[in-house]
């Protein structure tokens, strides 16, 4: 079956900690990965996405984000967390039709 | 600024009354999505167009309608609302639903069922 499953619905850090959202997925084909943040009562925006290209994705905002086949992950990393880093971050995966399919979300907090 | 516009932002129904939801976009893009997002979960995709073409997902309730009158607008028409049809409902749209292709989403509307 596919899916893709994020593991911790919160992570805390410090301001200026590592960063690290965890996103893994099953697929029998090859996917196409994204990473999605979502601040209070707004939409979603695209941080990065892999498409087969370079495996380590930078994104916006100083995020990255590495595909890993052999681990079938794509966690997303921060060197150093700010303040308004603090919101909701959502894993996609289109399994090769027009359609993504969402984790369920991390909500990051970040601590003064 | 190219982007997509969702109208009005927060919506108060009461229970039964039918409401409609709007997006507009200025991408030209060929696909435009809908979902809902409750509280603190991801977004579940309700329906979407491939330029005419709709598709609706399986478990959409038939209380949940969508027209697409032009390429730049997307209706959703929900007939009779529930409480349990409060959420969020985000348009999204991509250029033409390529595996690889970015969806670029509005705002949202924020449903209030009274």
């Known amino acids: 079956a596919q899916s893709v499953t994020q593991l911790g619905s919160h992570v805390s850090v410090s301001e200026g900690a590592l960063v690290l959202l965890r996103c893994n997925y099953s697929s029998s084909v090859p996917p196409y990965l994204f990473w999605y943040v979502q601040y209070p009562n707004q939409g979603l925006q695209l941080l990065l996405k892999?498409?087969?290209?370079?495996?380590l994705v930078k994104g916006i905002n100083g995020f990255e984000a590495e595909f890993k086949k052999s681990e079938t992950s794509f966690h997303l990393t921060k060197p150093s967390a700010h303040m308004s880093d603090a919101a909701e971050y959502f894993c996609a995966v289109n399994f090769g039709n027009e359609k993504l399919t969402f984790g369920t979300g991390t909500r990051l907090t970040i601590i003064p | 600024d190219a982007m997509v516009i969702q109208n009005p932002r927060y919506q108060v129904t009461q229970f039964g009354k039918p409401v409609t939801l709007s997006c507009s976009q200025t991408?030209?893009?060929?696909?435009m999505y809908w979902y809902q997002q409750k509280s603190s979960q991801a977004p579940k995709l309700l329906f979407h167009?491939?330029?005419?073409?709709?598709?609706n997902e399986a478990d959409t309730p038939d209380n949940f309608q969508s027209r697409r009158p032009n390429t730049s607008f997307c209706f959703l028409d929900i007939r009779s609302p529930g409480l349990g049809d409060a959420a969020m409902y985000l348009c999204a749209t991509s250029r033409s639903g390529g595996f690889e292709e970015t969806q670029y989403f509005g705002p949202g509307t924020r449903l209030l069922v009274l």
């Open positions: 167009y491939y330029d005419k073409d709709f598709n």
């Open positions: 991408l030209n893009h060929n696909v």
């Open positions: 892999y498409t087969s290209a370079a495996t």
